[in-house]
């Protein structure tokens, strides 16, 4: 027996089985994913933390499933409005794992975990855009829906461990067939509501308009009346201060000479004129020096 247990080719075997038994006992999880030891089949436990772990050597079989949020492509599909208009809808979803002991109990894989979301969010989208009219559909574009279908989806794969982390909408759109139709309508419809918004714009324009020519109109007239007043009070200064200047005998006469002279320059203007005045008028006293 001794000799037995020297021999190297016995302790190769064990030094092998050995090495077999331990590597098969390591267990390995990584951050994005959950291990699942199963014993005869049936899961034993749960690994949700990454590192090392040990399980019972060929006994226990240990299965892997993501961790990570993960994401599926809806095919696009047809629904309904509220007003049986036919609408294309195209989006995905981001989902997770939430309880894996759940998930494997009932759906296994994730194909099949693909397959129940597919029938979940496109009955969440039928029910939300089956709530609203054509436009409201096409309006909501902006989040609104994706929020609506997760909130219809709510706790449903609840059941089943899995968790719908968020919904987005790629394409919104009209069928080709009527797409062109609708657009012209729509069209149609908001150069109507811009017309009437115009239409009241220059309404209101005219109204301020009317009324500030009329109040310039106001200011021109009492602007005029006073510049007159202003005209009339001067002229009438004037007179007074004129009269006042040429009062008295030598002022009239000086005054008298200064209009002839200026009588006699404006009748001079032009070439070759000749002016005769009488031998006994003042002026012409003055010019012959008597």
């Known amino acids: 027996m001794k000799k037995l247990n020297k021999n190297p080719i016995f302790i190769l075997i064990l030094l092998v089985?050995?090495?077999?038994?331990?590597?098969?006992?390591?267990?390995?999880?990584?951050?994005?994913?959950?291990?699942?030891?199963?014993?005869?089949?049936?899961?034993?436990?749960?690994?949700?933390?990454?590192?090392?772990?040990?399980k019972i050597p060929f006994i226990q079989t240990v299965d892997k499933l993501?961790?990570?949020?993960?994401?599926?492509?809806?095919?696009?599909?047809?629904?309904?409005t509220k007003?049986?208009?036919?609408?294309?809808?195209?989006?995905?979803?981001?989902?997770?794992?939430?309880?894996?002991?759940?998930?494997?109990?009932?759906?296994?894989?994730t194909a099949e975990a693909e397959r129940r979301i597919d029938a979940v969010v496109y009955n969440a989208m039928k029910d939300s855009i089956g709530k609203l009219n054509q436009t409201?559909?096409?309006?909501?574009?902006?989040?609104?829906?994706?929020?609506?279908?997760?909130?219809?989806?709510?706790?449903?794969?609840?059941?089943?461990?899995?968790?719908?982390v968020q919904n987005e909408i790629k394409?919104?759109?009209?069928?080709?067939?009527?797409?062109?139709?609708?657009?012209?309508?729509?069209?149609s419809e908001r150069s109507q509501i811009a017309a009437g918004y115009s239409a009241e714009g220059k309404e209101e324009a005219q109204k301020i308009i009317n009324s500030t020519d009329k109040e310039i109109s106001i200011i021109i007239s009492q602007a005029n009346a006073k510049a007159a007043e202003t005209i009339g009070e001067g002229e009438s200064q004037y007179m007074k201060v004129l009269?006042?200047?040429y009062a008295g005998k030598s002022r009239t006469d000086f005054y008298e000479y200064i209009r002839s002279l200026d009588a006699i320059?404006?009748?001079?203007?032009?070439?070759?004129?000749?002016?005769?005045?009488?031998?006994?008028?003042?002026?012409t006293k003055i010019l012959l020096g008597k």
Do not use: C, H
């Open 83 to 109: 007003d049986k208009k036919a609408m294309v809808i195209d989006d995905y979803v981001l989902w997770q794992i939430s309880d894996p002991l759940k998930f494997i109990k009932t759906l296994n894989t």
């Open 17 to 54: 089985i050995g090495i077999l038994l331990f590597f098969n006992s390591i267990v390995v999880v990584q951050e994005n994913e959950y291990g699942l030891v199963k014993q005869f089949n049936k899961v034993n436990r749960i690994i949700s933390s990454a590192g090392i772990n040990v």
């Open 265 to 283: 320059k404006l009748s001079l203007t032009g070439k070759n004129k000749t002016l005769f005045l009488p031998i006994d008028s003042p002026l």
């Open 171 to 187: 394409r919104l759109d009209l069928p080709s067939d009527n797409k062109n139709a609708v657009y012209t309508r729509m069209i």
């Open 243 to 245: 009269s006042s200047a």
């Open 136 to 164: 409201e559909v096409i309006i909501g574009r902006n989040g609104v829906l994706d929020d609506e279908i997760v909130k219809i989806i709510g706790p449903s794969l609840k059941d089943y461990g899995l968790k719908i």
């Open 66 to 80: 993501p961790k990570q949020i993960l994401l599926y492509d809806l095919p696009a599909s047809d629904v309904l």
